[in-house]
């Protein structure tokens, strides 16, 4: 099973759960966290059964555009044993325009394991409460959460369906608050010294670039920068490594979650900002 690395940590442990082997595509800075469609290509083999997908994506906020989704869709129809498992929790939350599910393309749909929920467009995230939408599959997954989990609590069930088909103006103008903050929250990292982050197109996530940072304040590497950054400025960011191997030749980076208010973003940042600062004059 082929998953994207950097990506969201469950993606790989779940495959090795299932017996299944991880298979990681590299995200590269360089396409804004995509990865090339050649890469893919070299990946499958014969045994690969699954490709999974996640846009907007966490942790990189990158995205997938049209035409990088009409080349994976163009391999894939070479290969029709590989589904397709569509990660779109964050499709509501693409701030580049109208989310585009590769189930749109020719060929896809019926491949496609669309996996949505509650969480994010809808802040529930304490509710539990996903979905998975595939024609064939569906009476497969009716059977396997019966005999897993049960089922969803009703009261979530129910609040779901409120969220879903009720008035979307609070997620509307949640939405608008997540785009506000990236745009802060880019600019003001962009002025950290050190520090490089590209724009992400969706989610709620930024992950710059901290490989100079590093250098400045002599820390090895992104998981001892943020330690430090924990324990001497008080800021709590993930290391790329707790999204899987690090890439080779992408560098160190850090995520940092935007889903905070603004003021919490600028003194975060202002406070990381002082910790290379200051730690660049000690050195
Ligand atoms: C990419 C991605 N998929 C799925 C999830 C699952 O969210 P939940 O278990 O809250 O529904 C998350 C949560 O962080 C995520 O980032």
Known sequence: MIYPNPGFPIYESQIIACGARPVPIHLHEARDFAFDPGELERLITPRTRLLILNY???????????????????????HPAIWVYADEIYSRLCYAGEFFSIAQLPDMYERTII?????????????????????????????????TESCASQISQWAAVEAINGPQDAADSMKRSFLERRDLIVRLLNAVPGVTCRNPGGAFYAWPNVTEACRLVGAADSEVFRKRLLHEAGVAVLADIHFGARVPGEGQHVRFSYAASNQAIEAGVARMADFIRSNRRAA
């Open 56 to 78: 907007p994506h966490n942790p990189t906020g990158g995205l997938l555009g049209r035409r990088e989704l009409e080349a994976i869709a163009a391999i894939l129809r070479r």
């Open 115 to 147: 996996s949505d929920g509650a969480s994010k467009t809808w802040a529930m995230t304490g509710w539990r409460i996903g979905f998975a939408a595939n024609p064939v599959l569906a009476p497969v997954f009716t059977r396997w959460i019966t005999n």
